[in-house]
C-alpha cells in the first residue's frame, strides 16, 4: 500500500517535469529553424530575380533582334531583284504575317527623292505596282522619303501609300543612318506618324526600324545599287507589353529605356505587375547601333519560391506540436488509469457491434433466401460471393465456378437468338465490375439440366465499395420465359385486330372514292367543293388511321415475330431501299446525294432488316431543313470478331444531345421534329429489330452536322441455322404469327412479310456513286 502511494506520489511530479522539458526543448529548435528558413527564403527570392530578369532581359533583346533579323531578311530578298514590283514586295514580306511580330504596326518599302524628282519617282513606281500611289511631300525638305508599297501587321487599319517620313526628323536619321552604314538602323523614340492622329492618351512612343536595300551589281566590279529601304513601325508599349507579359508571366514590373542619339535616356514603355516593389534589376542590351535598358521590379511574396509561409508554418507547427508533445507526456504519466477505462469502453462497443453485425447478416440471409429473383454477388476477381436459392434454381447448375471467362460454357449462356454464345465482355456482371450499370439485359440459359432452355432479363450494377467494403458487382435476374410466351399471344392478337380494323377503313376510302368520282361530273358550286374537301378530309385520315395501325403492329410484332435467318446481301438491300425512297414523289429542290461504300454480308432477317434500312434512310430524307439538299452516306466498319458495325449518316437538323438517351424509347420525338410526320415508333422498332439480332443500336452528332447512326450485325456464316427460332418461341406460335399476318397482308393488297410488305433486296440495283465521294466520316 504504502509503494502504490509512493508510485502515485512520483507519477504526479515526474509528468509535469518532463512535460516543462519537453516544451523548452520544442521552443528553442522550432525558433532556431524558422529563423534558418527566413534567412534561406531572402537568398532564394534574390536568385528568383535575378533568373526572371534576365529572362525578361533575354525575350526583349531576342524579340527585338529577331525583328531586325527579319527585317534584314527582307530587305536582302528584294535585294536579289534589281526591277521590285509590288508583288516582289508583298512576296518577301509575307512570312512576316505569321512571324508573330508582337507590337509591329506597318512594313514599309521607302524610297528617297528629291523634290524635283517627286512626279518622276511617282510615275516610275505606279508602272512597278502601287497604281493608286500619291506622293506628296511635306515641307521643305530637300530629300524627300516616301512609303512605296506596304503591309499592316496584327490587325491594324491600312495606312496610304505615299505618306512622307522627311517631317519626322527620328525616322529620317535612321533612313540616312542604315544607308551609310549598309546595315539595319533603329530610330529615337517618336510617335509615329500614322498614329499622331490619334487621341494623345492612345498614342505611344515608337521606334522606326530600317534596313536598306541594294540591288545586286549586273556587272563585275561595280558596287550594289541602293534601291531603298524595308522599314518597320514598332510601337514600344505593345511591344513590352506582350513580351515582357508573356516572358514574366505577370510576375515582374518592366521599364523599357532608348538611349536615343544624343545620348539621353527616354522611358519608353512600362509594364505593371501586381504587387510592391520590393525586389529591383536593371539590364542593358544593344539593338542595332542603339541601347536599351530594362529596369525590372517584382514583390518577392508574388515570385514561385522566392516567398513561402513555410517560416511561419514551421513556427507555428513547432509550437503546436511541441504543446501537444508536452500534453501527451503529462496525459502518458498521469493517466494511465483513464487508458484502461477506455479501453474497457472500446471493447464493450466491439461486443456490441459484433452482435448487430451478426444479426444483420443472418436477417440479410433471410431476406435472400426468402427472395424470388435471382441475386449473384461477385467480388474483384470473378468469384462469386453469393448465389441465392433462387439464382440456385434459375441457372439449374448446383455449383458455381470462378472466373467470368467460365461462366457462359458451365452455365450455357447464349445471345437471346438462343445459339450465339454470349460475349463475356458484354454480360452484365462483367460490365458492373468495369463500372458500368446494365438492365433487362436478355440471355437464354441453356445447360444440361435445363434442355429446354429459358429465357430470363438481368440487371447488373456496381457494388459500392464503401458501403460493402470491398469492390465487386451484383446482378439481379428473372424468367422471362412465360412472359415472352403471352407478349408472342399478344402480338398474334396484334395481327388480327389489325387486319379487323383495316377492314371497315378500306371500306370507308373505297366509298369516298365512289363518292368523289360521283361529283366529278357534277357542276361546280360551294355545295360541291365543300363535299368534295370533306371526302378528302375523310380518305386523308383513313390512310392516317391505316398508316398507325401498321406502324403500331410492326412495333407489336417487332420484338416476337419469327426470325428467318440467312445470308443478306447488304450492299444491293441498301440501294434497292435508296432507290424505293427515291422512286416516290418528292418536293422541288435539289436532288438528294446517296454514297453507298462497300457492305459486307451479313446474317439477318433480310424482311426486318429491310426495315431498319428503311426507316433510317427515310428519316435521312425526311428530316431536312427547307432549301437544303439531302445526303446520306452508309458506310460499314469492323466490329467485334464475326459482326460489323453499319453507319448511316447525313446532313439533316439533327438531334439534340438532351434528346439522344430517349430517342429509341417508344413515342418519343425529339424538339427539333416538330412539324414533321412521324409516330414516333420508328426508331423504337429498329431498336427492338437490331436487338432481337444480337447487336445494339446508337446515334452520335455527324462531325459535317446532322445525325450519324450505327448498329452492329453479325457477318454472314455457313453453318446452318438452329431449329429454333431466335428468340425460343415454339413453332406453333410462330405459324399462328405468319397466319395472321398473313391476313393483314391480303386486306393491304401486298404479300406477306413479318413487317411490311416490301421488295426484296435481290431486286435493288446499287445506285451509281458519287464523283470523288468521301468517307461516311465526312458526311
Not at 538602323?185 to 490619334?198: F, H, K, P
Request: hydrophobic share 40%; proline share 7%.
Amino acid at each position: 500500500m504504502r509503494d502504490g502511494a509512493t508510485g502515485a506520489w512520483s507519477g504526479r511530479f515526474v509528468g509535469p517535469l518532463l512535460a516543462a522539458t519537453v516544451l523548452v526543448i520544442g521552443l528553442a529548435a522550432t525558433l532556431l529553424t524558422a529563423g534558418t528558413l527566413r534567412s534561406d527564403q531572402r537568398e532564394s527570392a534574390d536568385r528568383v530575380m535575378d533568373q526572371r530578369t534576365s529572362v525578361a532581359r533575354v525575350a526583349v533583346a531576342g524579340e527585338a533582334g529577331r525583328y531586325r533579323s527579319l527585317l534584314q531578311a527582307v530587305a536582302a530578298g528584294l535585294g536579289t531583284n534589281s526591277r521590285i514590283t509590288a508583288t516582289d514586295f508583298a512576296a518577301a514580306s509575307a512570312p512576316l504575317e505569321s512571324a508573330g511580330l508582337l507590337g509591329v504596326s506597318t512594313v514599309a518599302f521607302v524610297v528617297p527623292a528629291r523634290t524635283e524628282a517627286v512626279a518622276r519617282t511617282e510615275a516610275f513606281w505606279r508602272a512597278r505596282g502601287s497604281t493608286e500611289l500619291r506622293l506628296a511631300p511635306s515641307g521643305t525638305h530637300a530629300e524627300h522619303y516616301f512609303s512605296i508599297f506596304q503591309r499592316t501587321l496584327n490587325n491594324g487599319t491600312p495606312a496610304t501609300a505615299g505618306i512622307d517620313v522627311a517631317p519626322s526628323a527620328e525616322g529620317t536619321a535612321a533612313l540616312v543612318e542604315s544607308r551609310r552604314t549598309g546595315r539595319p538602323a533603329v530610330s529615337d523614340t517618336y510617335v509615329l506618324l500614322r498614329d499622331r492622329g490619334i487621341p494623345p492618351d492612345r498614342q505611344q512612343l515608337s521606334f522606326l526600324f530600317a534596313a536598306p536595300v541594294f540591288a545586286s551589281a549586273t556587272q563585275p566590279g561595280r558596287f550594289p545599287e541602293f534601291q531603298g529601304w524595308v522599314a518597320l513601325g514598332l510601337r514600344g508599349q505593345d511591344f513590352l507589353g506582350s513580351v515582357l507579359g508573356a516572358a514574366s508571366q505577370g510576375l515582374i514590373d518592366g521599364e523599357l529605356y532608348a538611349t536615343n542619339g544624343d545620348g539621353r535616356r527616354v522611358r519608353v514603355a512600362a509594364y505593371d505587375a501586381p504587387g510592391g516593389r520590393d525586389l529591383v534589376r536593371q539590364a542593358s542590351f544593344p539593338v542595332a547601333d542603339r541601347q536599351w535598358t530594362l529596369l525590372t521590379a517584382a514583390d518577392s511574396r508574388n515570385l514561385p519560391g522566392a516567398h513561402t509561409s513555410m517560416p511561419l508554418i514551421v513556427l507555428a507547427g513547432g509550437l503546436s506540436i511541441t504543446s501537444m508533445l508536452a500534453c501527451l507526456v503529462w496525459i502518458l504519466a498521469t493517466g494511465r488509469s483513464r487508458a484502461r477505462a477506455q479501453v474497457l469502453v472500446a471493447t464493450e462497443e466491439l461486443r456490441t457491434a459484433e452482435a448487430e453485425s451478426r444479426r444483420q447478416a443472418g436477417l440479410l440471409g433471410a431476406i435472400m433466401a426468402s427472395l424470388g429473383d435471382g441475386v449473384g454477388v461477385v467480388d474483384e476477381s470473378g468469384a462469386f460471393l453469393l448465389h441465392n436459392p433462387a439464382a440456385k434454381a434459375l441457372l439449374g447448375v448446383p455449383d458455381d465456378v470462378d472466373g467470368p471467362g467460365e461462366w457462359q460454357q458451365h452455365y450455357g449462356l447464349f445471345r437471346p437468338d438462343g445459339h450465339t454464345p454470349f460475349p463475356v465482355e458484354e454480360m452484365p456482371l462483367v460490365r458492373a465490375l468495369r463500372g458500368e450499370s446494365s438492365d433487362d439485359v436478355e440471355m437464354i440459359i441453356r445447360n444440361p439440366h435445363r434442355p429446354d432452355g429459358i429465357l430470363v432479363s438481368v440487371d447488373g450494377r456496381p457494388l459500392d465499395a464503401n458501403a460493402a467494403g470491398r469492390h465487386g458487382a451484383v446482378a439481379v435476374f428473372h424468367d422471362i420465359t412465360e412472359l415472352r410466351r403471352y407478349e408472342t399471344d399478344l402480338a398474334v392478337f396484334a395481327g388480327v385486330v389489325a387486319h379487323d380494323l383495316k377492314a371497315p377503313l378500306a371500306v370507308i376510302r373505297g366509298h369516298c372514292e365512289v363518292a368523289a368520282d360521283e361529283l366529278a361530273d357534277a357542276p361546280e358550286g360551294p355545295e360541291v367543293f365543300e363535299a368534295r374537301a370533306a371526302l378528302d378530309r375523310i380518305a386523308n385520315n383513313a390512310d392516317r388511321m391505316a398508316a398507325l395501325i401498321d406502324t403500331l403492329l410492326a412495333y407489336t410484332t417487332s420484338r416476337d415475330a419469327p426470325l428467318k435467318l440467312g445470308a443478306v446481301r447488304l450492299g444491293p438491300l441498301v440501294a434497292d431501299v435508296i432507290e424505293q425512297r427515291l422512286a416516290g414523289p418528292r418536293p422541288g429542290g435539289p436532288p438528294p446525294d446517296c454514297y453507298v461504300g462497300p457492305l459486307p454480308d451479313v446474317h439477318a432477317d433480310p424482311a426486318m432488316l429491310r426495315h431498319v434500312l428503311d426507316n433510317l434512310i427515310g428519316n435521312a430524307l425526311k428530316y431536312v431543313p427547307a432549301g437544303r439538299p439531302a445526303r446520306i452516306d452508309v458506310t460499314a466498319q469492323p466490329g467485334p470478331p464475326g459482326w460489323t458495325r453499319i453507319e448511316i449518316a447525313d446532313r439533316g437538323i439533327g438531334i439534340p444531345d438532351e434528346d439522344k438517351p430517349n430517342i429509341f424509347e417508344s413515342f418519343h420525338r425529339a424538339g427539333t421534329a416538330a412539324g414533321y410526320a412521324g409516330t414516333g415508333l420508328g426508331l423504337a422498332i429498329c431498336r427492338r429489330i437490331v436487338e432481337r439480332h444480337g447487336g445494339t443500336i446508337g446515334v452520335t452528332d455527324n462531325p459535317g452536322g446532322g445525325t450519324r447512326f450505327h448498329f452492329t450485325l453479325p457477318l454472314a456464316v455457313t453453318t446452318p441455322a438452329p431449329d429454333r427460332t431466335a428468340g425460343g418461341q415454339p413453332a406453333g406460335e410462330l405459324a399462328a404469327l405468319d397466319r395472321a399476318l398473313a391476313e393483314r397482308a391480303v386486306v393491304e393488297g401486298s404479300t406477306p412479310a413479318p413487317l411490311s410488305g416490301i421488295r426484296p433486296a435481290a431486286a435493288a440495283a446499287a445506285p451509281p456513286r458519287r464523283p470523288g465521294a468521301e468517307r461516311a466520316g465526312t458526311a
